[in-house]
């Protein structure tokens, strides 16, 4: 299994408020490298495949409407302990609970629409990241 690697995604919400740039320059300070990245769109089916863990939940319909209505940044990012260091650089899932100065914190609105993901587990970001990106798309 890959290890000291996450995914993360910069939300629609942050990339049409021109959030990109500011986000990735905390993501690069903080230390991560850049092991992927592209600007894509998810489909319908692609978002209810990405969210399939949470199929159940009653907010997963407008969790996969809203991941697919434009644009996101998807990343796989590496550095030493990247699932825990990264959760602690984004913050608490509902903003207004994150910690100042967390990304969250700076350009989330709310739960549903909280600017970036962040993988779970060294097992998901491995998943999370083949989801997105090919072999030779992985430096
Ligand atoms: P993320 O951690 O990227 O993956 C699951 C997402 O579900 C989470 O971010 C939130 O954006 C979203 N989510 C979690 N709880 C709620 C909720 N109560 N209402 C709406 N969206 C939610």
Same mark, same amino acid.
């Given at each position: 299994m890959?290890?000291? @690697?996450?995914?993360?995604m910069? *939300? $629609?919400?942050?990339v049409a408020?021109?959030?990109? &740039?500011?986000?990735? +320059?905390m993501?690069?300070? /903080?230390?991560?490298r850049?092991?992927?990245l *592209? %600007?894509t769109?998810?489909?319908?089916?692609? =978002?209810?495949a990405?969210?399939?863990?949470?199929a159940q939940r $009653?907010?997963y319909g407008e %969790?996969v409407?809203?991941?697919s209505? &434009? $644009?996101?940044? +998807?990343?796989? %990012?590496?550095k030493?302990n990247a699932? /825990?260091?990264? @959760?602690?650089?984004i913050? =608490?899932?509902? $903003? +207004?609970e994150a /910690?100042?100065?967390t990304?969250? *914190?700076?350009?989330?609105?709310?739960?549903?629409?909280? =600017?970036?993901h962040?993988?779970?587990?060294d097992?998901? /970001?491995a998943?999370?990241g083949?989801?997105h990106?090919? &072999? @030779?798309e992985?430096?």
């Amino acid at each position: 299994m890959t290890t000291n @690697r996450t995914f993360t995604m910069i *939300k $629609p919400d942050a990339v049409a408020n021109g959030h990109i &740039g500011n986000i990735l +320059a905390m993501i690069t300070n /903080a230390g991560f490298r850049i092991v992927s990245l *592209k %600007l894509t769109q998810l489909t319908v089916a692609d =978002a209810q495949a990405f969210y399939a863990v949470h199929a159940q939940r $009653p907010f997963y319909g407008e %969790l996969v409407d809203f991941m697919s209505s &434009g $644009p996101i940044v +998807a990343a796989i %990012l590496e550095k030493e302990n990247a699932v /825990a260091d990264f @959760r602690t650089l984004i913050g =608490a899932t509902n $903003p +207004a609970e994150a /910690a100042e100065g967390t990304i969250r *914190k700076l350009y989330a609105t709310s739960m549903g629409e909280n =600017a970036v993901h962040g993988s779970d587990s060294d097992e998901n /970001a491995a998943i999370e990241g083949n989801f997105h990106f090919s &072999g @030779r798309e992985q430096f």
